[in-house]
T-cell receptor
Framework: RKEVEQDPGPFNVPEGATVAFNCTYS??????FFWYRQDCRKEPKLLMS???SGNEDGRFTAQLNRASQYISLLIRDSKLSDSATYLC?????????????FGKGTLLTVNP | EAQVTQNPRYLITVTGKKLTVTCSQN?????MSWYRQDPGLGLRQIYY???????DKGDVPEGYKVSRKEKRNFPLILESPSPNQTSLYFC???????????FGPGTRLTVL
């Protein structure tokens, strides 16, 4: 099983739709979790951290399920500007407290 | 402005010609790392550094060298580049107490 796995997509959704991404991780000792966004081969940028209790930032909601070892990202009321690749990131995977392990990313296209 | 800079942004070279990609951060971060990103493979870590004079191999270190003589700089050295090192390279940094990672703008390298 890969350390961090994501559905590569692509996801094509209309504006205003709600879309959800999941990401699974293999190391139960993993400590921290994030979602990054990457536009068109530019650098990844931190979108939000993922907390055990779940957290929300505007239209974005992130959740962590430690028992099932997955994290999720929910985007409500999708905008054209949400089109990007979304990367899940796990820290503490593979035995290191500092190593960030990236999923391969899920491509989202929001259509007018 | 807090940032990670990389140079050059684009480079076309020939097999065997040594090259260095520079990376510099102005945030006094301890942790720096290099990644390469290839279609279908996602971001893979090449080398990382926990602090000055402390470096370690990531997932794909073969064919690369790094050094960390100063806290702000973390150059990536390709002693004898080969075509399979054609890729998009990202440098990143973060403080040890912080979890979010800042990425440089990327260096697109082509080895002919």
């Amino acid at each position: 099983r890969k350390e961090v796995e994501q559905d590569p997509g692509p996801f094509n959704v209309p504006e205003g739709a709600t879309v959800a991404f999941n990401c699974t991780y293999s190391n139960s000792a993993s400590q921290s979790f994030f979602w990054y966004r990457q536009d068109c081969r530019k650098e990844p940028k931190l979108l939000m951290s993922v907390y055990s209790s779940g957290n929300e930032d505007g239209r974005f909601t992130a959740q962590l399920n430690r028992a099932s070892q997955y994290i999720s990202l929910l985007i409500r009321d999708s905008k054209l500007s949400d089109s990007a690749t979304y990367l899940c990131v796990v820290i503490g995977s593979g035995g290191s407290n500092y190593k960030l392990t990236f999923g391969k990313g899920t491509l989202l296209t929001v259509n007018p | 402005e807090a940032q990670v800079t990389q140079n050059p942004r684009y480079l076309i070279t020939v097999t065997g010609k040594k090259l260095t990609v520079t990376c510099s951060q102005n945030m006094n971060h301890e942790y720096m790392s290099w990644y390469r990103q290839d279609p279908g493979l996602g971001l893979r870590q090449i080398y990382y550094s926990m602090n000055v004079e402390v470096t370690d191999k990531g997932d794909v270190p073969e064919g690369y060298k790094v050094s960390r003589k100063e806290k702000r700089n973390f150059p990536l050295i390709l002693e004898s580049p080969s075509p399979n090192q054609t890729s998009l390279y990202f440098c990143a940094s973060r403080g040890l107490a912080a979890l979010g990672q800042f990425f440089g703008p990327g260096t697109r390298l082509t080895v002919l």
